[in-house]
């Protein structure tokens, strides 16, 4: 039986690569169903309101028929767009259940990570512009077509990621090594681990995979992200980052993981101001600089607040030995003074709902990744056992057949 893609685009400026694009999938063998994303503004140049007011509303219209082709039997979804058709089709693409196969074929006139953060899309740069047809564009939609193709005809039996709970965990590469060991541990007694970059766009998933049931319980032990949006304003706010597995009652395990620091850009790009503090180059691309007092009594309140509210059980483990791999002696950015602050804000602003365990180890200490997994093993399920979740999004099974 023949597959069928769901194709995003707007036709009225767009035509000619549609038309192209369909001709290629029609050589694999897909279907393009397209669903037209255009203004029809007719001409007519809008103002800025009015033109975001139409781009919401063509949104909201397209979501609603995307879910019903979902529903029909849908393998996959593709967009092939600029800036406008390729924002609407991202806000289309973001309605969509976060698994189901998707791709966004674009010239990236816009910064994309924020909004693919918790989603599973595909990118694929265009490099020449979506304007016409020309051999670079040929290239570009061929390439588009022979992936999505070979991924709708390859059969899956394999369920929704929401119906196969498992442990989520937060790490970066300052805590790498406790997730790591972690993980190990729950492979060995039968659990999964499904594990995410607390670098922002990490957390964004991690948050949406708790609100869709994904998890059964979590260890929430890189806190990263607070430094980046409470302190530096680096990140984009994620209102839910801390309160997704909460809200979702499941069971929480919570460490400072780098807490301690935060996670800046390239060196010659930070403000000066910064690297008068203790600071190190984590990559050519980021350097991490040491928070203040302050701003450690500020994160940590914020923690708080959020874990006071939780109607699932708590544990709050605190590595007095260290919050980061370059926490500890002869770290380049070592500081106890700064986890016994940490530690005072818990024990002054803690509820009695959360358990406060200080621990005398360093975070990627192995006697640290027991200690999660004796606060984590009542909660676990047993092996090959975990409760089937339905996902908060009604998302349908989807099977891709060839």
Not at 219 to 233: C, K, P, Q, S, Y
Not at 256 to 276: Q, S
């Given at each position: ?17 549609i038309?192209y ?6 050589r ?7 669903l ?105 939609l ?10 709708c ?15 989520g ?5 300052a805590?790498?090594a ?18 995410f ?15 869709c ?29 801390l ?9 929480q ?90 530690l ?40 090959n ?18």
């Amino acid at each position: 039986m023949g597959c069928s893609v769901l194709l995003l685009a707007t036709m009225e400026t767009k035509h000619e690569a549609i038309a192209y694009f369909r001709e290629v999938m029609d050589r694999h063998g897909v279907h393009c169903h397209v669903l037209d994303l255009s203004l029809n503004a007719r001409g007519e140049v809008l103002s800025g309101q009015r033109k975001l007011q139409s781009m919401g509303l063509v949104a909201n219209t397209a979501s609603a028929l995307a879910h019903e082709a979902i529903e029909a039997g849908a393998t996959a979804a593709v967009s092939i767009g600029g800036g406008t058709g390729g924002e609407i089709a991202l806000q289309v693409m973001r309605s969509m259940p976060f698994a189901f196969p998707k791709m966004l074929v674009t010239t990236l006139p816009f910064d994309p990570r924020y909004a693919l953060a918790d989603n599973a899309i595909v990118v694929v740069p265009t490099l020449a512009d979506v304007c016409g047809i020309n051999a670079a564009l040929r290239q570009a939609l061929e390439n588009a077509a022979a992936m999505l193709a070979g991924l709708c005809q390859a059969s899956t039996t394999l369920p929704h990621v929401s119906t196969n709970p498992s442990v989520g965990i937060t790490a970066l590469g300052a805590t790498g090594a406790c997730a790591d060991g972690l993980a190990d541990a729950l492979k060995a007694e039968g659990q999964e681990a499904t594990v995410f970059h607390a670098n922002g766009f990490g957390g964004a998933a991690y948050a949406r995979f708790a609100r869709c049931g994904t998890f059964h319980s979590v260890v929430d032990m890189t806190l990263h992200e607070l430094t980046r949006i409470h302190v530096a304003g680096a990140h984009v706010d994620m209102p839910d980052r801390l309160t997704a597995a909460r809200d979702a009652g499941v069971p929480q395990i919570v460490l400072p993981g780098g807490l301690n620091f935060i996670g800046l850009g390239e060196l010659a790009l930070v403000p000066p101001a910064y690297l008068e503090r203790p600071h190190y180059q984590h990559t050519g691309f980021f350097t991490h600089v040491q928070v203040t007092e302050d701003e450690m009594v500020h994160v940590a309140g914020k923690l708080a607040d959020a874990l006071n509210g939780a109607s699932g059980p708590v544990s709050l483990l605190v590595p007095m030995g260290g919050f980061s791999h370059q926490d500890a002696p002869g770290g380049a950015i070592e500081s106890p003074a700064l986890r016994q602050v940490f530690l005072k804000v818990m024990q002054e602003t803690l509820s009695s709902s959360v358990t406060l365990h200080p621990l005398d180890h360093h975070i990627n200490d192995a006697r640290t990744v027991r200690a999660i997994m004796d606060a984590l093993r009542p909660h676990l399920p047993a092996p090959n056992e975990a409760p089937q979740k339905a996902s908060h999004e009604g998302t349908t099974h989807v099977r891709a057949e060839a």
